[in-house]
């Protein structure tokens, strides 16, 4: 139908808030500016990037990969000579959208776009690697400092 869903946060990496690094409340809310809408058609990913500014005035790029699955747990309902008959949507019908965000200090957008995109791949291609490995190896590389070399 017409009406509109919520985002909620899956999983998130860190598990926990860092110290100096809070995780920023409502992201969800960022991450699809169109709203949250299921679609009959798998639509082609979309990369974007929201900057936030919290209260000490500190900025927050959040990198925004977004992309849309076949959504297999929907329950839908038909309704025969008056009666309701329950089932399951076939998951070609319907897709939902999912967004992958990357929440840094630096402002280092195609940086960021590849480093989704490989999260991407790594999930939709179900490759042999774990999100979490993957992700820590990420938060381990050293970025260059601006102007500096690549």
């Known amino acids: 139908g ?3 869903g919520l985002g909620k946060i899956i999983q998130r990496f860190p598990q926990k ?5 809070p ?12 709203g949250w809408q299921l679609s009959k058609e798998r639509k082609q990913p979309t990369f974007f990037v929201v900057v936030l ?6 900025r927050h790029y959040c990198s925004c990969l977004t992309f849309y699955e076949a959504e297999i747990n929907l329950q839908g309902t038909k309704e025969i000579e008056g009666e309701e008959e329950s089932g399951l949507i076939p998951p070609a019908e319907v897709f939902a959208p999912k967004s992958l965000v990357l929440v840094s ?3 280092y957008p195609e940086i960021f776009r590849a480093c989704l995109g490989l999260i991407y791949t790594v999930y939709v291609d179900s490759l042999n690697v774990s999100l979490e490995t993957l992700i820590a190896n990420l938060c381990s590389c050293l970025v260059p400092a601006s102007g500096g070399s690549q």
């Open 2 to 4: 017409p009406a509109e």
């Open 17 to 21: 808030d860092w110290e100096d690094t």
């Open 23 to 34: 995780f920023p409340q409502g992201i969800e809310l960022f991450c699809q500016p169109g």
């Open 53 to 58: 500014t919290d209260i000490d005035s500190e």
């Open 105 to 107: 200090r630096l402002d």
